[in-house]
């Protein structure tokens, strides 16, 4: 049984291996085109709005992910395999280029060509800049890898773990204007390679552990 005393470790795996995915840093840029004609009020809002739409849907595919591996006949080891190979093209992408999943750069320009339509909560911030492939994909080997006589406390902490990851992603987010002055674009761009290194590592960790399932099964067999 895991006890409670370790819970806040296990919480913060989750969060490490979430937030270098997420890497709200990166979005900064963006929230500073899409907000730049809105009130501090309406920017407050706007960020707290995609904190909680990206929580609502990368906790719903936590919850959700044992329905899609039934539905579809997918083993557990597929999901981390599938997973990690997932983040670690992401990963690859953040180190080599500087890039990541955030928003498309087109829906970004497009938002900020409607300044009459402020409402950008949902996408881009939430989708895919907060909740995109990589985050979802990370929350599913995360809720894979649960052992079934410790699903409810295993949910449990990876929730904590979402909640907490897109609780600093407000924080970050709420600061755009004043992290964007201090690191500037090459700080930034250093930054996100960074977490791809972070990246990379998790997600090979999810791949040898998808394909150590395998193996085991194929011996099973």
Not at 101 to 115: I, N, T, V
């Amino acid at each position: 049984m895991i006890e409670l005393l370790s819970v806040p470790h296990y919480v913060g795996i989750v969060v490490l291996g979430i937030l270098p995915i997420m890497n709200p840093i990166s979005t900064v840029p963006l929230v500073i085109a899409l907000t730049g004609g809105m009130t501090a009020a309406q920017r407050t809002e706007q960020i707290r709005l995609a904190a909680i739409y990206a929580a609502a849907i990368l906790i719903s595919f936590l919850l959700a992910g044992q329905l899609i591996i039934a539905a579809f006949g997918i083993s557990l080891a597929g999901i981390r395999v599938a997973g990690g190979m997932i983040i670690l093209v992401l990963g690859m992408r953040m180190l080599l280029t500087g890039q990541d999943e955030s928003g498309p750069p087109q829906e970004a320009a497009a938002a900020a060509r409607h300044p009459g339509q402020p409402d950008i909560a949902f996408t881009p911030l939430a989708m895919p800049s907060l909740s995109g492939p990589g985050s979802i994909a990370a929350v599913l080997s995360y809720g894979s890898q649960v052992p079934a006589e410790h699903r409810v406390i295993g949910y449990f902490i990876i929730i904590c773990g979402i909640i907490v990851t897109l609780a600093i992603a407000w924080l970050v987010l709420s600061s755009s204007f004043r992290i964007a002055r201090a690191l500037g674009r090459s700080g930034v761009a250093a930054l996100t390679k960074i977490m791809g290194f972070l990246l990379t590592c998790i997600a090979v960790q999810f791949i040898a552990s998808g394909i150590h399932e395998f193996i085991l099964s194929w011996q099973g067999g």
